[in-house]
């Protein structure tokens, strides 16, 4: 992401923020370090920006403060439209919810002349017709992941076999037919992955684990740089494999 990018979205986080945002959040969000946060906040300040707070404390948008409106060109609309689309039609109903008032927003706020008809879109996204529906603890695990919450769940293997432990939530990935969470688990001392189709979660305490997500994110996508390679044939059987670079074979809580 370009400076110029990642000043727009600085401003973007703060706009929709109604409380002061610590600098360690906005690095979270933005992935990037404090001090960075900091460069930005006074570059933005400089380029007549109204953001109140100092550091320590938090910062906050002035109201009355309005960042320009958003232009698409057709085919970006059309990438927009297709891929909330995808959400709608697979995802959970607080997550296809957001994803209906996002497009309505992204559409109001579409370049003038740009001539897009909702109601007849040129580009559709499908569910197969051997789609399960997303459990509703998806929305919950979503919330431990941002809010970087230690979670007690109970997982159910391929057979049948029920576990308990503790995991620390850092992503959801989302194939076509089943979606993933990836998480460090204390049992293990490692990163495991689970089918939230067999998750239950007990508990989502309100402890932060240790360090940051977007750390743990990087050192997951380093120990398995094949991650999109969970799956394996999931339209068929939905079976799960853990990749080789953890340097063992799949325990059943995975399978």
Do not use: N
Request: net charge positive; hydrophobic share 40%.
């Amino acid at each position: 992401m370009s400076r110029t990018s990642r000043l727009i979205e600085l401003l973007g986080v703060l706009h929709t923020r109604r409380m002061p945002v610590t600098a360690l959040d906005l690095a979270d969000a933005l992935a990037v370090s404090q001090r960075s946060i900091y460069r930005d906040i006074e570059t933005l300040r400089s380029m007549g920006a109204p953001i109140e707070g100092q550091a320590g404390v938090g910062y906050e948008l002035r109201g009355g403060f309005f960042l320009p409106q958003l232009a698409f060109s057709p085919e970006e609309l059309d990438v927009l439209i297709l891929g909330l689309g995808w959400v709608q039609a697979r995802a959970d109903p607080a997550l296809a919810q957001s994803s209906e008032s996002a497009l309505a927003k992204i559409l109001s706020a579409k370049r003038s002349g740009a001539v897009i008809d909702h109601a007849q879109p040129s580009l559709i996204a499908a569910a197969s017709v051997s789609r399960r529906a997303d459990p509703p603890q998806v929305a919950l695990l979503r919330d431990a992941v941002r809010r970087q919450c230690k979670v007690r769940i109970s997982y159910q293997d391929a057979k049948g076999a029920t576990s308990d432990r503790t995991i620390w939530p850092i992503a959801i990935v989302y194939f076509d037919e089943v979606r993933v969470l990836a998480a460090w688990c204390e049992r293990r001392s490692a990163f495991r992955h689970f089918r939230v189709d067999r998750v239950q979660v007990t508990t989502i305490s309100d402890e932060r684990y240790p360090g940051r997500r977007q750390a743990l994110v990087t050192k997951w996508r380093e120990q398995d740089r094949d991650w999109r390679a969970m799956l394996t044939d999931s339209g068929r059987s939905g079976g799960y494999v853990r990749s080789d670079d953890f340097g063992s074979a799949p325990t059943s809580e995975e399978k």
